[in-house]
């Protein structure tokens, strides 16, 4: 059962590079969502899909692009790379607004 | 916005003790969700809680939904090593600005007496 697949598990950038984090769940789950999570912190919600053409921020969504053209995959992109990005990134879905989420095991990105 | 306050931030355990964290707010949640996370992997889902007053039990895990719907708490019994990590509260609203999204607290981080 994959569940929910994050690519890469690992990245180092240099400040101003970009790169795409990948994320599919075969679960087909309409609801997806990005979080980052720093040290001693929760996560925080970056953006969410509730479908596929459909995308809206989270509570810290600057620095960020995101794009739903299908139910499985909900990419997260970073534009121009900077050092405050360094994170643990996860990947969640969920079949409908309220349901228990399911994460990934998150893509590990360290900017230098 | 909104905010769960979760405690303890750490805490030491010795295999078979009983341990409690829990998870407060100003806010009225709609459900309560409890996730524990290893290192180098995402969290995963161990209990939910959907109406006020609602104890539920996932073998040694008990948690339950706080009557007022700004808390709830976890409990473990009889703990064992694997127990240790961090685990997570989370809420979620069906109203205002973050409705239908999750609300995360900071975790209570679970290690093994030296």
């Known amino acids: 059962n994959a569940g929910v697949t994050q690519t890469p598990k690992f990245r180092i950038l240099k400040i101003g590079q970009s790169m795409t984090l990948q994320c599919t769940q075969d679960?087909?789950?309409?609801?997806m969502y990005w979080y980052r999570q720093d040290p001693g912190m929760g996560l925080k919600l970056i953006y969410y899909s509730v479908g596929a053409g459909i995308t809206d921020k989270g509570e810290v969504p600057n620095g960020y692009n995101v794009s739903r053209s299908t139910t499985e995959d909900f990419p997260l992109r970073l534009e121009l790379a900077a050092p405050s990005q360094t994170s643990v990134y996860f990947c969640?879905?969920?079949?409908?607004?309220?349901?228990?989420?399911?994460f990934g095991d998150g893509t590990r990105l360290s900017i230098l | 916005g909104q905010q769960l306050n979760q405690s303890p931030q750490s805490m030491f355990i010795q295999e078979g003790e009983d341990v409690s964290m829990n998870c407060t707010s100003s806010s009225i949640f709609n459900t309560w969700l409890w996730y524990k996370q290893d290192p180098g992997e995402g969290p995963v889902l161990l209990i939910a809680?959907?109406?006020?007053?609602e104890l539920t039990s996932n073998g040694r895990l008990t948690a339950q939904f706080g009557i007022t719907r700004k808390d709830s708490f976890l409990n473990i019994s009889a703990s064992i090593p694997s127990d240790v990590g961090i685990y997570f509260c989370?809420?979620?609203?069906?109203?205002?600005?973050?409705?239908?999204?999750?609300?995360f607290g900071k975790g209570t981080k679970l290690s093994v007496k030296p």
């Open positions: 969640a879905s969920s079949p409908a607004r309220g349901q228990p989420q399911h």
């Open positions: 989370a809420g979620q609203t069906n109203y205002g600005g973050s409705q239908g999204n999750l609300i």
């Open positions: 679960m087909n789950h309409n609801y």
């Open positions: 809680l959907y109406k006020a007053g």
